[in-house]
């Protein structure tokens, strides 16, 4: 199976940041990489498909990069309502494997 | 609106069965995989299950935790898919979500709230 290495687990940051989350493949997954936000209480919501592709609906302050086995989110300018985990799923091979998430909150 | 809607959860004994539902509306479902995906308490996500399309054949594909004892079906009249899971195990509390995948994109964009089984005695 691949692993998902996602980093860090935790973090803190202040309105207007720029925020970074990694995922690290195993072994090489093209760009068959998805990231998720989910907000407490909520069901997950796909903000990136395929590396790089904004889901429809999703602000343009999201997004992704990253081929191979690298893969980075970025929040370009980090607002209030960003607070949530965000977590990665590969979708290259089955059993379909997903990053053990990020807890994004307001420092 | 898309909708994914899980049921039939709920505390069951180790050993016993229990059956979720995913009732869904606002897209074609017939165009759709659609998958299961749980999460253990303070555990990360564990993909637990597909059921393809009648044009894949409804091929099923299962996790190796679950494989055997889990079956995957859909009703694509009501557009429902379902998790028959049995011999449960106290390995397999926690949420399970309902996702669908569109068959030509292979992207997982559209999660249930998630349904909530707790296995004890």
């Known amino acids: 199976d691949i692993q998902m290495t996602q980093s860090p687990s935790f973090l803190s940051a202040s309105v207007g940041d720029r925020v970074t989350i990694n995922c690290k493949a195993s072994?090489?997954?093209?760009?068959?990489l998805n990231w998720y936000q989910q907000k407490l209480g909520e069901a997950p919501k796909l903000l990136i498909y395929?590396?790089?592709s904004l889901q429809t609906g999703i602000p343009s302050r999201f997004s992704g990069s990253g081929s191979g086995t690298d893969f980075t989110l970025t929040i370009s300018s980090l607002q209030p309502e960003d607070v949530a985990t965000y977590f990665c799923l590969q979708h290259n091979s089955w059993p379909r494997t997903f990053g053990a998430g990020t807890k994004l909150e307001l420092k | 609106e898309v909708k994914l809607e899980e049921s039939g959860g709920g505390l069951v004994q180790p050993g016993m069965s229990v059956k979720l539902s995913c009732t869904t509306s606002g897209f074609t479902f017939s165009d759709y995989w659609m998958e299961w995906v749980r999460q253990a308490p303070g555990k990360g996500l564990e993909w637990v299950a597909e059921?393809?399309?009648?044009?894949?054949?409804?091929?099923?594909y299962y996790g190796k935790s679950v494989k055997g004892r889990f079956t995957i079906s859909r009703d694509d009249s009501k557009s429902i898919v379902y998790l028959q899971m049995n011999s449960i195990r106290s390995e397999d509390t926690g949420i399970y979500y309902c996702?669908?995948?569109?068959?030509?994109?292979?992207?997982?964009?559209?999660w249930g709230q998630g349904a909530s089984v707790t296995v004890s005695s």
């Open positions: 059921i393809r399309n009648k044009a894949n054949n409804y091929a099923t």
């Open positions: 395929n590396a790089n």
């Open positions: 996702t669908r995948t569109h068959s030509s994109y292979n992207v997982m964009d559209a």
């Open positions: 072994q090489n997954i093209n760009r068959y």
